[in-house]
């Protein structure tokens, strides 16, 4: 039978990120390990923070404490009874991901397959991962490119939005990036509902027509009533994020906007990751994979699925000073898939 165990990790960035909700310069990560028949599962619980539905260390290190006795009697082929159970006693969604993560890293081990072949899917990936550029001057947003031009090719650019200093700050920021922006690389824009109605409407034909291929969470939770209205009047395909945290705001809200941005962390692991995407298909929806502070250990298990994915968003364990896992690989604009047993990231 499995017995869980964890332990916590202070995660520092090497450039602090700052959105539309404030600014960080680190989180916590608690990795998570399930053990039977010899065989070691690793998973990550991280903190995140969305409105209404942030969960930090406190609240992780709580859920796993209760974990623990409920993973007994159960074995970590029952992948699908202990999510049931999990769920059943409300366990958040970060402890439940890494529990998850953890059951199919297990699983990749005790059969010798990566989980992208168990899971039957291709090693590469739809797409390259986009880097992030926070909210920042114009002059810091290109040192932060520059940094990251610095790993190698670029293919992909996500910049925040939603500046406390209004659109017009926006604007310039993404001037900015442009001006110096590998040419082969798209740009998407993240406002983590920084926008109103009006401002959403406005940037969308300003982005537009310097070539920016979407807009994420324009407006805040709040105004998830309004996304009808700005579709109606949108010039770029919509994304949601924070409003998008299972299956059920999928079929809340499909019928407003053009994509979903699925996070293993506030979804509750890969399990419910690939329910969310075949209900995005079903709906005619893009797909993107997403991050928060993550270490390589969250995205390598978020990345087995990116063949199934239309956009990738998993570039935190990149900006990490000291990331405590290793072996998910940046090359030419793309992450790698190991073939490797389970996710194919250990401990450094």
């Given at each position: 039978?499995?017995?869980l165990r964890?332990r916590t990790?202070q995660?520092?960035?090497?450039?602090a990120?700052?959105i539309?909700?404030g600014s960080?310069?680190?989180?916590?990560?608690t990795?998570?390990?399930?053990?039977?028949?010899?065989?070691?599962g690793i998973?990550e619980a991280a903190?995140f923070?969305i409105?209404?539905?942030g969960?930090?260390?406190?609240?992780i290190?709580q859920?796993?404490?209760?974990c623990?006795?409920?993973l007994?009697?159960?074995h970590p082929?029952q992948?699908h009874?202990?999510?049931s159970t999990?769920?059943?006693?409300?366990i958040?969604?970060s402890a439940?991901?890494?529990v998850?993560?953890?059951?199919?890293?297990w699983?990749?081990?005790a059969?010798?397959l990566?989980?992208?072949?168990?899971?039957?899917?291709?090693?590469k990936?739809?797409?390259?991962i986009?880097?992030?550029?926070?909210?920042?001057?114009?002059?810091g947003a290109?040192?932060?490119l520059?940094?990251?031009?610095?790993l190698?090719?670029?293919?992909a650019i996500?910049i925040?939005?939603?500046?406390?200093d209004g659109?017009?700050?926006?604007?310039?920021?993404?001037?900015?990036i442009?001006d110096?922006a590998?040419k082969d690389?798209?740009?998407?824009?993240?406002?983590n509902g920084?926008w109103?109605?009006s401002?959403a409407?406005e940037m969308?034909?300003?982005?537009?027509?310097?070539?920016?291929?979407?807009m994420?969470q324009p407006?805040?939770?709040?105004?998830d009533?309004?996304?009808n209205?700005?579709?109606?009047?949108s010039?770029?395909p919509?994304?949601?994020?924070?409003?998008c945290?299972?299956?059920?705001d999928i079929?809340?809200?499909g019928h407003a906007?053009?994509?979903?941005?699925?996070k293993?962390?506030?979804?509750?692991?890969?399990?419910e990751?690939?329910r969310m995407?075949?209900?995005a298909?079903a709906?005619g929806?893009k797909?993107?994979?997403?991050?928060?502070?993550?270490t390589?250990?969250?995205?390598g298990?978020a990345?087995?699925i990116?063949?199934?994915i239309?956009y990738i968003d998993?570039d935190?364990?990149l900006?990490?000073?000291n990331?405590?896992t290793v072996?998910?690989k940046?090359?030419?604009?793309?992450?790698?898939?190991q073939?490797?047993?389970?996710?194919?990231?250990?401990?450094a």
């Open positions: 039978m499995a017995t964890f990790f995660l520092s960035k090497k450039v990120l700052a539309s909700r960080s310069s680190g989180s916590s990560s990795i998570v390990e399930v053990e039977a028949d010899g065989i070691v998973g903190e923070e409105p209404e539905h969960e930090n260390e406190k609240r290190l859920d796993l404490e209760r623990v006795p409920l007994v009697g159960h082929t992948r009874q202990i999510e999990l769920i059943a006693s409300q958040g969604s439940r991901a890494a998850d993560m953890a059951l199919y890293d699983a990749g081990k059969t010798h990566p989980v992208w072949k168990l899971l039957g899917l291709e090693p990936p739809r797409g390259p986009s880097v992030t550029i926070g909210i920042n001057s114009p002059v290109q040192e932060r520059r940094k990251w031009l610095e190698g090719t670029i293919l996500k925040k939005m939603g500046s406390p659109v017009e700050a926006d604007k310039t920021v993404l001037e900015a442009r110096i590998p690389a798209y740009l998407g824009v993240d406002a920084g109103s109605l401002q409407i969308s034909t300003w982005l537009a027509s310097r070539n920016v291929v979407h994420e407006m805040s939770v709040a105004d009533h309004l996304l209205q700005l579709q109606e009047q010039e770029l919509i994304f949601i994020d924070e409003s945290r299972s299956c059920a079929v809340r809200l906007v053009n994509g979903v941005n699925i293993i962390t506030k979804c509750g692991g890969l399990s990751a690939l995407i075949a209900t298909n709906f929806l797909t993107m994979v997403g991050c928060y502070g993550n390589a250990l969250g995205n298990a990345h087995q990116a063949s199934l239309d998993l935190s364990h900006n990490l000073s990331n405590p072996g998910l940046f090359e030419n604009g793309y992450l790698v898939n073939d490797l047993p389970g996710i194919g990231v250990r401990y």
